[in-house]
């Protein structure tokens, strides 16, 4: 899921264009199924996880869509198909209607919490439990089904729509527990509120989490990319950056993606099916 973040390089008119390609991409998620994967083809990636020194795992909205998670536009129905994505997922729109921003994100994660992690996820997360220190978790979602599915660490490049931070940088005086109540929750001391924890239109990624992701993908001699259109920057980027340092990068997603072109492999098969029979019982040889 992608809330939209750009950062410093997104003009408004290029986050309309992501967001375009972005829904293009997932109308094709429900596209036909491609032929069966070959058996050698599991069991060579299989034997590329056990030797791999280093794996980036990077997940998009395809994984949270088997799970049955709504996207922005498909929960964005009945009520909220009035509003702009900008004025649902800006701090601008969030200043001009605090309340309205508010619920929206209370309804989401109402939806998000009538879901569950997929086996995708549970498998991810097991094989990060066996091999704590060759894997680093990257997604550009914002459900926390990866973490509901015990992984962590997980880098969140798009925030996390479970959590809040506040508007402002927080003084003494704010307290998140002086909130409670349906409105957005607000400092009785200072005014400032509380909002959602995600990257919003025109807001830098969070630097910390795409440092080490980019290091990650310089680092990393194997790169799974899952679920995701590949065409939202700089999430994509990873790939390219894994590429060109001789990674092997392997692409699982039903339908083509624009990163096909720098992967040694693309798995046409849901994440949720596929993954299970990569990463079970496999045993580190470290
Ligand atoms: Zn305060």
């Known amino acids: 899921m ?7 390089w997104a003009l408004p008119y290029a986050v309309r264009l992501v967001f375009t390609a972005f829904y293009m991409s997932l109308d094709s998620l429900h596209a036909p199924a491609a032929p069966p994967i070959a058996d050698t083809d599991i069991a060579s990636l299989r034997q590329r996880l056990q030797e791999a020194r280093h794996v980036l795992v990077l997940t998009g909205a395809g994984a949270s869509a088997e799970s049955g998670v709504p996207t922005f536009r498909d929960a964005q129905t009945g009520y909220w198909a009035q509003f702009s994505p900008e004025e649902m997922a800006s701090e601008a729109g969030f200043l001009a209607h605090p309340q309205r921003v508010w619920d929206w ?9 009538q ?12 094989w990060q439990a066996c091999h704590p220190d060759r894997m680093t978790l990257v997604t550009q979602n914002v459900d926390g089904l990866h973490q509901r599915a015990g992984s962590a660490p997980v880098l969140c490049l798009h925030g996390n729509l479970m959590e809040n931070r506040w508007l402002l940088p927080p003084k003494p005086c704010c307290d998140a527990r002086f909130t409670e109540g349906d409105a ?7 005014g400032n509120y509380l909002r959602p924890g995600v990257v919003w239109f025109g807001e830098a990624l969070p630097h910390a989490a795409l440092q080490q992701a980019q290091d990650a993908a310089k680092a990393c ?5 899952i679920g995701t259109s590949g065409h939202v920057y700089p999430a994509a980027g990873l790939a390219h950056t894994a590429a060109r340092g001789g990674a092997h990068v392997v692409v699982i997603n039903p339908e083509p993606t624009a990163l096909d072109g720098v992967a040694d492999i693309c798995l046409r098969a849901p994440s949720a099916q596929l993954l299970p029979q990569l990463l079970s019982a496999q045993r580190s040889p470290h």
Do not use: F, K, T
């Not at 992608?2 to 410093?8: D, F, I, T």
């Not at 879901?115 to 097991?126: E, F, M, R, S």
């Not at 001699?221 to 990319?225: E, F, I, K, N, Q």
């Open 221 to 225: 001699d194997l790169m799974l990319v």
């Open 105 to 113: 994100y209370q309804y989401r994660r109402q939806l998000i919490s």
């Open 2 to 8: 992608l809330e939209w973040g750009g950062s410093a």
């Open 115 to 126: 879901v569950l992690p997929n086996a995708g996820h549970v498998a991810l997360a097991q």
């Open 184 to 190: 957005p929750p607000q400092c009785p001391g200072c």
